[in-house]
């Protein structure tokens, strides 16, 4: 845990509330449709597929490959200044759907279409774990 950490921090809703407590378990769930088995990502109460609001949570393996990225130079909030630059990526996870945080530990020379990349969870305070990614090496 961070106590100094002063960046911005999600707010859980009802329906997002699973995805932050597996989280805070060091373990990633996906937001799944009961009645025809789509699985979804950002969470949200309605399937796109068949309009279900029945949900239920599945282990995800926290693991994809990059599909865009971009490096930010300028700091838009107080609390990423000092750590310009770093580099936001859009992932492709392997269940299916797209995600998007921060790469750590990476250069952006090394980054291209479909390199591997993994979930790193970063306890931002005691109550918030944020998945962070990570290329694997
Ligand atoms: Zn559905």
């Not at 809703?13 to 378990?25: A, Q, V």
């Not at 490096?71 to 269940?95: K, S």
């Not at 530990?105 to 918030?128: C, F, Q």
Request: hydrophobic content about 35%; charged content about 25%.
């Amino acid at each position: 845990m961070n106590e100094a950490y002063a960046k911005p921090l999600p707010q859980p809703t009802i329906d997002s509330k699973p995805f932050w407590d597996g989280l805070k378990e060091h373990r990633m769930v996906l937001q799944k449709c009961a009645d025809c088995g789509r699985v979804r990502h950002y969470p949200r109460p309605v399937c796109d597929a068949c309009l279900s609001m029945e949900v239920e949570w599945a282990e995800a393996s926290g693991r994809g490959t990059v599909y865009s990225w971009t490096e930010t130079h300028h700091p838009f909030h107080a609390g990423f200044r000092g750590e310009t630059p770093y580099i936001l990526v859009t992932v492709d996870l392997d269940e299916g759907v797209r995600m998007q945080s921060q790469l750590i530990d990476a250069s952006i020379d090394e980054l291209h279409v479909g390199l591997p990349v993994e979930v790193v969870y970063m306890d931002a305070t005691d109550e918030v774990t944020l998945p962070l990614l990570r290329i694997v090496r």
